[in-house]
């Protein structure tokens, strides 16, 4: 019940925001409206220097077997070089982050709640990275499908997020092919 509460508040905050948004994504090709897939609102979601949000979609409950957040970013200058060597060196240690709960300024570390694997794969010769997270109680998983590459200065960046490991790699590998 607390996952659906959840999820609803951040459906609402998503619908709010867009409201207030006057300038959304161009959506991706293969993550369509017509499939229950929304671009979002991107202008001025992201205030890093360079990092630029290309496309962001939803698609909420209502509208898919497999809800989720599908993005399209690319990276210029120092944010494209520590990416890139996060995601190539280290990628168990951005799952961390990732997982680490919001309250984790408390002395006595407490017993995880979840356990975090990080894989790799290819497509097409793209690198990705498949994070897993899941609740060591109710069998709840988050996945992140991740794919990159870099072309001259800049990385660009698919990234999918949902509740299925193999859902999360399809929306990624859509998401990249929209680019």
């Not at 970013?73 to 520590?82: D, H, K, N, Q, T």
């Not at 109680?137 to 992140?144: D, W």
């Not at 590459?149 to 800049?154: G, H, S």
Request: charged share 25%; hydrophobic share 45%.
């Amino acid at each position: 019940m607390r996952s659906r509460l959840r999820f609803g508040a951040l459906a609402l905050a998503v619908v709010l925001l867009a409201g207030c948004a006057d300038h959304f994504g161009p959506g991706l090709v293969q993550l369509a409206a017509g499939r229950g897939w929304e671009p979002l609102p991107i202008q001025s979601w992201v205030v890093n220097d360079g990092i630029t949000p290309k496309a962001i979609v939803y698609c909420p409950p209502e509208d898919c077997v497999r809800p989720g957040v599908a993005a399209l970013l690319s990276f210029e200058g120092r944010e494209a070089i520590e990416m890139e060597r996060a995601l190539a060196l280290d990628p168990a240690r951005l799952a961390r982050a990732f997982a680490k709960p919001a309250n984790s300024k408390t002395k006595k570390p407490a017993k995880p709640a979840s356990t975090t694997t990080v894989s790799r794969f290819k497509l097409d010769g793209t690198n990705g990275i498949l994070v897993e997270i899941r609740a060591k109680e109710g069998h709840r998983l988050a996945s992140t499908a991740i794919l990159y590459a870099r072309k001259d200065k800049v990385l660009s960046l698919a990234i999918a997020v949902t509740n299925d490991s193999q859902a999360a790699r399809d929306y990624v590998r859509a998401t990249w092919e929209s680019r």
